[in-house]
């Protein structure tokens, strides 16, 4: 079941980190149809990407049996979209929130299901490119942003994913961890 508030801080989310990468990618020239398209392309791509992999993480740790929601933060947000008008992007906008008793090895699961969210969310933008070479402008932007989010998440540091399957895992975190240097640098050779 899903909150009104929380359905509003995903849209949020989404809009605004589709428009912090929109600006960032379109070099700051804001006037144009240029940003509109790099926006609708962004929305598409990073977007989903961070919707569904914080919806993967949401839908896992519901399935436990853990009370989870999805909460924005605002503050990184908005430091999301100042810094797009320097050309850099660093976004953390926001976390599922998972209350309840949880094993070691649930979390990590919790904690795995959003980078791989991403690394199918970037196969699949592979697997278009390849039979569909039309769509790079969409399906390059989408492989790249979603396998270099699985990479990111991925890293051991407390505030992303990667620490809480290494603690539930090593062989799991090594695998996935591999997996995600060789997508996020190796695409580009089939595309």
Known sequence: MRSTRELRDLVKAWF???LAFAIAFSG???FGTE???IFIVSAFTVGLGFILHEL???YFARKYGAKAEFYANNRMLMFALIFSFFGF???APGAVVIRGYLTKRKYGHIALAGP???VLLGILFLIIALFIPETLVVTKPGMMINFWLALFNMLPFPIFDGLKVLRW???V???VLILTIVLTFGHGLLV
């Open 116 to 118: 791989m969210m991403n």
């Open 56 to 58: 993967a993480h949401r």
């Open 28 to 30: 700051r020239n804001l």
């Open 173 to 175: 975190y090594g695998v």
């Open 35 to 37: 940003i509109i398209v």
């Open 16 to 18: 605004i980190i589709s």
């Open 169 to 171: 895992n090593k062989i």
């Open 89 to 91: 992007i660093f976004a």
